[in-house]
């Protein structure tokens, strides 16, 4: 399990001021173990957790449309 990379978007900056924090992890990771980590290392308690697979990049050959095929991270917002 890794964490890559804390998000800054707009939305997520707003949501820093309600304890709501928002990060990329590789692919392969579990709901349980990034919860177990985030509250070991932060020492927070995480009370809910969402997440997405972020959409792949798209690419065009001719006619179709087809999509890379790269390791795409999820995105996590964990509530504490």
């Given at each position: 399990m890794e964490i890559k990379?804390?998000?800054f978007t707009d939305k997520s900056i707003r949501l820093l001021g309600k304890n709501q924090y928002t990060s990329n992890v590789e692919s392969g990771s579990t709901r349980t173990e990034l919860k177990h980590w985030v509250e070991l290392f932060f020492g927070v308690k995480v009370i809910a957790m969402n997440s997405h697979r972020l959409p792949g990049k798209g690419r065009?050959?001719?006619p179709i449309m087809g999509y890379y095929d790269m390791n795409i991270p999820h995105r996590f917002v964990m509530y504490g």
């Open positions: 990379n804390a998000v065009k050959m001719g």
